[in-house]
């Protein structure tokens, strides 16, 4: 009898864990308040519009307007995409599911739903490891990455990163999945619970892109602070020999001014005191007229006869030496 109740009393202890434990993974169908149902409803209906709409108009705005239409921008479109799929295709359900308490979509679209959002949010991720890539080899390589950058190219880039996150979703649709055959009105849509799954999608979806990530933007702002700096030291050196440039200049224009000061000096000089040289019989005479009375003085002194012209402005004469 008490072998007997001890194993009556052992497999009740084990039935209530294993309700206990299976209870973690039903749902009990519990529904919010009303008031926080209504919070819940609106905000999260406020964010799935503005990102709707807010994708769209990046979308229509890189096909519509030219200058946007370059094919560095088709990595904006491509995101764009990815966060406007899971707007229109996970969060609406995911609402639901949460306002509800339970999944009424049914075993099927439960699993089109979690594969959804795997490809959705992985696509997204991968598309910024691109674009991340995109601007280190724009910064570091402009010249030869601008010839590279070919729309065959980022068209190829972006097919990638969409087929990676189809890699990355689809084995659980493959079979890699623990889901149950059909939804019970207890039991949860959610991912499945396989280890080997799990780590193979949080590091294709989210550490090796965040590890990625941070060290091409850690490389893009070291670079950039080096392009600053040569740019900053050249444009010192364009100061300084802006100003050598300028001094030198200076020192031209000085030495030319008084080069031209000198001539004038001495142009006033002889100016103000004409010479007039008379050759005859292979003898040279020099007579400086510097005033009138002088002039006067010096040719009655040598016996010169002058006579003034009618005009009065030339001297002309025949000078005789004695």
């Not at 949010?121 to 691109?130: E, H, K, P, V």
Request: aromatic residues 8%; negative net charge; contains cysteine.
């Amino acid at each position: 009898m008490n072998a007997s109740s001890e194993t009556v009393g052992t497999m009740v202890v084990m039935n209530e864990y294993e309700d206990a434990c299976s209870s973690g993974d039903e749902d009990t169908g519990a529904t919010l308040p009303p008031w926080e149902a209504a919070t819940a409803s609106l905000t999260l209906g406020f964010l799935i519009l503005a990102t709707v709409l807010g994708n769209a108009l990046v979308i229509l705005s890189v096909f519509t307007y030219r200058p946007l239409r370059i094919v560095q921008n088709f990595f904006i479109v491509s995101l764009a995409v990815a966060d406007l799929a899971v707007a229109i295709l996970v969060m609406p359900f995911n609402v639901a599911y949460l306002l509800l308490g339970k999944w009424i979509f049914g075993i099927h679209f439960c699993k089109l739903w979690l594969t959804c959002d795997v490809l959705c949010c992985t696509a997204s991720i991968l598309n910024l490891c691109a674009i991340a890539l995109d601007r280190y080899w724009a910064i570091t390589d402009p010249i030869n990455y601008a010839q590279k950058r070919t729309l065959k190219r980022v068209l190829g880039t972006i097919a990638g990163v969409w087929i990676l996150s189809g890699a990355i979703s689809s084995p659980p649709l493959a079979g890699w999945n623990d889901w149950p055959e059909e939804i019970e009105p207890g039991t949860p849509c959610q991912l499945t619970r396989r280890q080997g799954y799990v780590i193979y999608s949080s590091l294709g979806s989210f550490f090796i892109p965040l590890l990625l990530m941070s060290l091409v933007y850690l490389e893009i702002f070291l670079a950039t602070r080096r392009r600053l700096r040569e740019r900053a030291r050249q444009s010192r050196l364009g100061v300084v020999t802006s100003t050598r440039h300028r001094n030198e200049a200076d020192d031209a224009e000085e030495s030319v001014s008084s080069e031209t000061n000198h001539n004038e000096r001495s142009v006033m000089r002889v100016h103000t005191k004409p010479s007039l040289v008379v050759v005859e019989d292979e003898a040279i005479a020099e007579v400086t007229i510097s005033e009138p009375v002088k002039k006067k003085e010096h040719t009655r002194r040598h016996g010169v006869s002058a006579s003034s012209d009618t005009n009065g402005g030339d001297i002309s004469g025949i000078f005789s030496i004695s």
